[in-house]
């Protein structure tokens, strides 16, 4: 990747600076359903999907990333099984790009981290989702996405958990349904 200038910064460090579309590595997201992309119909009163709303989150999050974007499933994690985890382990290991955004329910979230964390990918995979849709008033969907998107370009190789504010590790995070928050297995 070409630079069009370096800008120096206290204490000797270096920031590229970026000219027009130039960004400094492209981010895959994958996309696979979960609460964040369901929506509220009327009709009936449930949630459901209908279609992805990451385009538009993206763009009112004003998000400036190279994110290229693929919709694997739109899917309740509840009726995830292992082929659907197997999709998003083999778009993981084929996908060039070394950062990997993963979309997800959070009931299942952490077994699908754990799935990615044992095949040890040498790329950083940050899933994240939301505990109320997109769609509805008050939710966390742009929060949680601001969260991940921040830490896939800042973290190392690995495989980690974005919720509430906090970045986990998939060795060390679970889902606590009593709070509806996700925290580490230790103290």
Known sequence: ???????????????????DKEFLMGIKL???GGTIDK???QSNGE??????????????????????????ML???????????ELILK???ECDEDRVLITHGTDTMCETAKLLGESDINKTIVLFGAMVPYAVNNSDALFNLGCA?????LLDPGVYVAMNGRVLPWGDVQ??????????LSP
């Open 91 to 93: 778009h993981c290991l």
């Open 47 to 72: 949630l459901a999907f209908e279609d992805t709303h990451f385009p538009e989150m993206l763009l009112r999050a004003r998000a400036e990333a190279e994110i290229s974007s693929k919709v694997l």
């Open 39 to 41: 929506a509220y119909n």
């Open 149 to 153: 998107l921040g830490s896939v370009q």
């Open 75 to 85: 899917i309740d994690s509840l009726d995830m099984v292992g082929a659907d985890r």
């Open 30 to 32: 994958l996309i696979t």
């Open 1 to 19: 990747m070409v630079f069009h200038c370096l800008a120096e910064q206290p204490y000797g460090t270096v920031i590229p600076r970026l000219k």
């Open 175 to 184: 889902k606590n349904r009593d709070l509806g928050v996700f925290q580490p």
